[in-house]
């Protein structure tokens, strides 16, 4: 017989590892992605069964979850194996600010904790607010967001609205909304077009050069070159729809966009 709230759970992807974490409930996760980092000890102190699009189903079996975890559509085949065999399977699939929040509200009340939930996300929203109100009277710089090079990907919904929330303007904020990669390609003489004043790049499980951005055809003309503002956001601060983009990944954004406050 399955006892609710879950006791035992595996985590596939980052922010539900990090959000389980700060609510105190590390104690129900018995395996989480490779990817989790955060925070520091989860990687001693929790099996890691999966990669993001891969998972190795027999190792979550033998940790006989009563509930797993999962991010997006490029999870559901793993979510359809687990299904089959009988476990059940919990995805979010949130691409905005939003949706971040209303995925911390909705895994606190799934493990019994709603009440610390709802203030945690109450904190981020408060936290958002004082900082988009500290950026709007400034004038706002024009912002690449680089999600990965080849092909160039711009940036996905959060972190389009945290770099607004930061004082700047997603050059392809137009983009932004649609989840799919591919249909966030841009090229290069669209950036140059869009002559971007600070380019940011975060380019998963890949040191993005700067040096290298810089010497793409064309670009010299591009103000982020010219005045050499190019910078690099480690993915797990940015790239993970959770706790962390909403904290140390906004702080970057804004350090990128602010660099003398």
Not at 143 to 166: C, K, N, R, T
Not at 176 to 203: C, L, M, N, Y
Not at 252 to 259: E, G, K, R, S
Request: glycine content about 8%; hydrophobic content about 40%; aromatic content about 6%.
């Amino acid at each position: 017989m399955r006892v609710f709230p879950p006791q035992r759970i595996v985590c596939l992807t980052e922010e539900t590892v990090e959000t389980l974490y700060l609510l105190g409930e590390q104690n129900r996760i018995v395996g989480v992605s490779g990817y989790a980092v955060r925070p520091k000890q989860v990687r001693r102190e929790k099996p890691r069964v999966s990669a993001f699009t891969s998972a190795d189903i027999p190792k979550i079996l033998a940790l006989k979850p009563d509930l797993v975890l999962t991010f997006s559509d490029l999870q559901a085949d793993i979510a359809a194996d687990l299904l089959r065999e009988g476990i059940p399977v919990m995805g979010h699939n949130q691409r905005d600010v939003a949706g971040i929040l209303a995925m911390i509200r909705h895994l606190g009340h799934t493990v019994g904790c709603g009440d610390r939930a709802e203030a945690l996300a109450d904190r981020y929203e408060t936290r958002l607010s004082s900082i988009a109100a500290r950026y709007a009277e400034n004038a706002r710089p024009r912002v690449y967001f680089e999600e990965w090079d080849d092909p160039m990907i711009s940036g996905i919904g959060w972190v389009s609205e945290l770099i607004g929330i930061a004082g700047g303007q997603d050059v392809f904020d137009h983009l932004a909304a649609e989840g799919k990669a591919r249909d966030r390609f841009v090229t290069s003489g669209q950036v140059i077009a869009a002559a971007p004043d600070v380019i940011i790049g975060s380019w998963c499980g890949k040191k993005v050069r700067p040096e290298r951005i810089a010497e793409r055809p064309g670009w010299h003309s591009v103000p982020a070159v010219q005045n050499g503002r190019i910078y690099e956001i480690k993915s797990p601060l940015i790239l993970q729809p959770g706790p962390a983009a909403l904290t140390d990944g906004l702080d970057a954004i804004v350090q990128a966009l602010w660099p003398s406050e």
